[in-house]
């Protein structure tokens, strides 16, 4: 039983008392709402349905109430779709699949706690009957028509792919099949013994291998939205009565009527049913609610939006879309559909006195953020500690942060106690104890002589790590292997013919046996046919773009020429290279050393959380720092990754190691951008950085190169400038070379050749073969950052015709967002007729041109 420490008995009793007349609680402050949800929970012989403000708010609910629960605590978390209203594009498949699951569970629910944002009480949903009438259950060892399975699992909306990567894929390969079934945390193997059900078995997607045996599974519908025939012929009815016009000039109308889940098509959700349903609907009756008191002003809020964004893709004449009022519910509705529970209000101001209302002796805890210097960080804290009549939890997103604050506590012979959980920390007795949690805001229960600091009151905000989206975390053998598909079209290069274009696989018979061929065209449509047991002689075209590869002629002496150009230059080039690493082999390097508390204090200031790939990549670069060799490492890595943030870390351990550092980038605008970050990272530090490029004038950069001779500047960023002044630096013991691939080698090498005992940190999204092979042959080290942090999202690309609708609602939809459009024009002619033309579009834009034919000045403003 969980021990109460907000609500007493006759606290409870007021609370929950079905006849009563509606219930409110004041002053939820805090971690204290989240705490206040579970306590109800445990006291309630009903289900708590809590509504937040907003999505974010209700991501938040769910990690703290996860956290304060246990895990046997039951909380469904009915996600929004992460969409606009009326968007073109539909809601990520891992986000269908966790709110069908939340659909399927609410039948039948008697406790446990439910979470809902009130946009998502906006939305209408399939008949309550709906998920239960299109689910499939499986049992092992039960006798299954195979064929009769597969056709149901296509009508259920499932897709049919080679390999199963995502939820609502199916893959059949012999007398197995592969599904990945909505609202399954994993992938499922079934064994087929002709038509009985074998064996039932989670397995990898990743590696393909099975694993634990399951008994059961039920597979629920791959979406919200029917597809099968007489859904269709239902849609076609309603699309032709609602609508003006020819349906078949509509796309839309089109797609779903040749059974093409068009994106989008969860807001035409109404012309599939008879009745659609609400989300209340699919509550039991004992239900309680608990709202916030200011609910139908964030109710109103989202129906605005809904509004204008009605107005905005009404204009698509070949998007019709149905109307607020047939896509959504009106906040008149929901209010109508609450009021038949029993509610709770809450809030976090202190609320009038009534008969059930109950305002909590809960307090926020005083400003205890750590300073950003070191030495001085614990002051605050400790005065908090010392003066606090009672026990102390801190909380902390990571691990690293934890022990920062042990560290802390520790230097002032102050002993903490690492706990697991809420319940650990409320039988304990030690005053002071940390815990890793997810904890927004803390609280201070005086009653109880409780106190939760969190992670954000301590270091002034929490690291951005948490994301309702399972990631898959990918082996990064399986990157290098990937770099060796072929794809049909692409331009190939053969040992002994040059550059060809690969066309596919072809089955030839040649003395009599059939066998496989690469088959590679050539120019004037020449072919050869290479055997695959010849693949070696294959290798991929990674000169100019694929569509503009030189396509050599067979039979002339084209590819010989250039063979023997290419060689003379090889030949020049490695017996640089080969001086320049036998110099960097045969001496000794400098060992970096650095104040370890003063790195701490600079590492704390990271506002993400680092991925484990992150952290192993930032331990490997300083350990070359350290080690006596000089350093040669390339950090792979996609954009997003956090490369950025290795360059940081190792730039502040060479600085404070009493060296320079050099950063070399390929774009004036990228320099820009570095010169930035690092100066907003460095802000608290007596670090001097400068920018070395086009956009700074004679007399800023001659300052620089005397900084630099002087021993001023530590950092400098610049472009292929910055390689004129390699000898200029008074004492340069790190060069980080960001994206390499778009510098030549003599470039490179051109700072690296300047001293021997250099260390060279190389940052990259996409290898060139040079650097990955001298990586894999061990001339150069490489780290791999391949986890993408939690919050990063995947781009999204869409290709469509020029549409004023589309450009419109695309830059709309970001500048709404906060963030910045580029709109990229091929013409510098007649550029200024785009900006005029966007002008009209966007009224709301300021709108500026950029291009390479204007003066630094221009370009800079």
């Avoid at 870390?649 to 950063?663: D, E, H, Y």
């Avoid at 605008?669 to 570095?674: D, G, I, N, S, V």
Wanted: charged share 25%; proline share 5%.
């Amino acid at each position: 039983m969980l021990q109460h420490q907000l609500f007493s008995s006759a606290h409870l009793k007021r609370l929950l008392n079905p006849a009563s007349s509606k219930a409110a609680i004041g002053r939820l402050i805090g971690a204290s709402a989240s705490l206040a949800t579970v306590e109800l929970e445990s006291a309630a012989d009903a289900p708590i349905v809590v509504i937040a403000n907003d999505p974010r708010h209700a991501d938040q609910l769910e990690a703290e109430i996860r956290w304060f629960g246990g895990p046997k605590l039951a909380v469904q978390h009915f996600v929004e779709w992460e969409t606009l209203p009326y968007d073109s594009f539909s809601p990520h498949q891992d986000i269908v699949s966790k709110r069908l699951k939340t659909l399927a569970s609410l039948h039948g629910l008697s406790s446990g706690i439910v979470i809902i944002s009130a946009p998502s009480l906006l939305q209408r949903l399939p008949p309550v009957d709906y998920v239960a009438a299109h689910t499939l259950k499986l049992d092992a060892g039960q006798t299954l028509q195979r064929q009769a399975f597969i056709d149901s699992l296509s009508a259920c909306g499932y897709s049919r792919v080679p390999q199963v990567d995502a939820h609502g894929e199916f893959a059949v390969r012999g007398s197995l099949l592969d599904i990945f079934p909505m609202g399954s945390d994993q992938p499922i193997r079934i064994d087929f013994f002709d038509d009985e059900l074998e064996s039932l078995r989670y397995f990898n997607s990743d590696t393909q291998l099975s694993g634990d045996k399951i008994s059961s599974l039920e597979i629920l519908p791959a979406r919200e939205v029917p597809l099968d025939d007489d859904d269709i012929r239902y849609f076609r009815q309603q699309y032709r009565e609602r609508f003006e016009g020819q349906p078949s000039k509509s796309r839309v109308y089109r797609d779903i009527s040749e059974g093409i889940a068009h994106g989008g098509i969860e807001y035409y959700l109404p012309l599939f049913f008879e009745k659609t349903a609400t989300f209340v609907d699919y509550l039991p009756q004992n239900a309680v609610i608990l709202a916030p008191n200011d609910l139908r002003s964030s109710l109103d809020q989202a129906w605005n939006e809904i509004g204008e964004r009605h107005e905005l893709c009404s204009l698509d004449p070949e998007r019709p879309i149905l109307s607020p009022t047939e896509s959504f519910l009106t906040p008149e509705s929901v209010a109508s559909g609450l009021a038949h529970f029993s509610s709770i209000d809450y809030s976090g101001q202190t609320l009038a006195k009534g008969k059930n209302t109950i305002n909590l002796a809960t307090r926020l805890p005083p400003a205890v953020r750590l300073e950003a210097r070191y030495e001085d960080a614990a002051q605050s804290l400790m005065q908090f500690h010392d003066t606090f009549d009672g026990r102390i939890l801190f909380t902390a997103e990571s691990a690293g942060r934890r022990e920062s604050v042990i560290e802390l506590l520790a230097g002032r012979n102050i002993e903490t106690a690492r706990i697991d959980d809420w319940a650990e920390f409320v039988s304990g007795t030690r005053k002071t104890a940390v815990a890793i949690a997810p904890i927004d805001a803390g609280v201070m229960l005086p009653e109880h002589g409780l106190a939760i600091v969190s992670e954000q009151q301590l270091f002034g905000e929490k690291p951005r790590q948490r994301n309702r989206r399972i990631r898959k975390e990918r082996d990064p053998e399986t990157i290098i292997r990937q770099l060796n598909d072929l794809e049909e079209g692409s331009p190939v290069v053969h040992a002994e013919y040059g550059i060809g274009r690969y066309i596919g696989l072809i089955t030839l018979t040649t003395g009599g046996i059939e066998a496989e061929f690469l088959h590679l065209q050539y120019a004037d449509g020449d072919k050869l046919y290479v055997p695959v047991n010849a693949l070696d002689l294959i290798s991929r075209y990674t000169g100019a773009s694929p569509e503009n590869a030189p396509i050599h002629r067979l039979g002339s002496d084209q590819w010989a020429k250039a063979k023997k150009r290419a060689i003379a230059r090889i030949r020049d080039v490695a017996a640089e290279l080969l001086d320049v690493y036998a110099r960097r082999a045969a001496r000794q390097g400098h060992r970096f050393r650095w104040p370890e508390a003063e790195y701490r204090a600079f590492e704390s200031g990271f506002p993400f959380e680092p991925t484990e790939d992150q952290e192993r990549t930032i331990n490997e670069v300083l350990a070359d720092m350290e080690s006596s060799q000089p350093m040669d490492r390339v950090v792979c890595g996609d954009v997003g990754f956090g490369k950025t943030e290795v360059a940081l870390r190792a730039t502040f351990a060479a600085v404070l190691g009493g060296k320079q550092v050099a950063i070399l980038v390929p774009t004036t605008l990228l320099a820009q951008q570095h010169g930035q970050s690092f100066a907003d990272r460095f802000a608290e530090w007596p670090v001097r950085i400068e920018v070395l490029s086009r956009f700074r004038s004679a007399k800023q950069a001659a300052d620089v190169v005397a900084g630099l001779r002087s021993g001023s500047v530590d950092v400098v960023i610049g472009t292929h400038r910055l390689l004129q002044h390699t000898k200029d630096f008074k004492n340069v013991g790190l060069v980080i070379v960001d994206e390499e691939h778009r510098f030549g080698v003599r470039h490179k090498e051109a700072i690296k050749s300047l001293r021997s005992e250099i260390d060279v940190l190389t940052l990259t999204a996409t290898p060139i073969p040079r650097t990955l092979n001298m990586s894999l042959g061990g001339l150069r080290e490489m780290s791999l950052i391949t986890t993408p942090p939690a919050d990063r999202l995947s781009v999204r690309t869409f290709v469509s015709e020029w549409s004023d609708v589309v450009v419109r609602e695309a830059c709309l939809r970001e500048i709404k967002r906060g963030g910045q459009v580029y709109f990229i024009h091929n013409r510098v002619a007649d550029i200024v007729n785009i900006e005029q033309r966007l002008k009209k579009l966007v009224p709301e834009a300021d709108i500026r041109i950029g291009h390479g034919q204007m003066n630094e000045r221009e370009l800079e403003q």
